[in-house]
């Protein structure tokens, strides 16, 4: 059972760097698909801005949620540092767990927001597709997040575990 998650969790992180790859490359090709159109043939594209804007926003989601598999997010290493051993791991506990209620915050609350948008039938400008699809963004990104949230939690258990005394 527990190989079988470990195997879903590595599926699931190459999905993600497929996506933001992918992503990337969709972006760059749209927007040099803009300047070619632009300044060629003196006509612009009039969707094009609008979906490398919206493919941006998905790409910062996802990312975010990559980042906290890599451990890249930027903090703030002062308080930190200056524990060692339990302490140390206990520290990065409560920060995640602080981080990890945040983001089911931010989950719940772009969920709300993404459902009334649905809702009301609001569509974007130049594509005329419904703008929910830009704002679900946020909690499809927070989801992801909370998932590598989980599996660091899960390893800062494991590590208190192994650490010495206090």
Known sequence: MLKSFAFNLKMF????EYLLVSS???????????????????NSLT?????ARYIFLWQCWIGASYAVKKGSHIRVEILPNKFAGKKKVMFEVIITLIWFSFTIFLAYTGTRITTHVFNSGQL???????????????????????IHLVE????????FKQEEAF
């Open 13 to 16: 992180d190459k999905l993600e």
């Open 24 to 42: 990337m490359v969709v972006s760059v090709c749209i927007v040099f698909l803009q300047v070619v159109m632009r300044y060629v043939f003196q």
């Open 47 to 51: 969707w094009s801005e609008e979906l």
């Open 124 to 146: 974007s400008p130049a594509m005329r597709i419904p703008m929910g699809y830009a704002y679900a963004s946020v909690p499809v990104g927070c989801f992801l997040m909370l």
């Open 152 to 159: 660091d939690l899960a390893g800062l258990f494991r590590k």
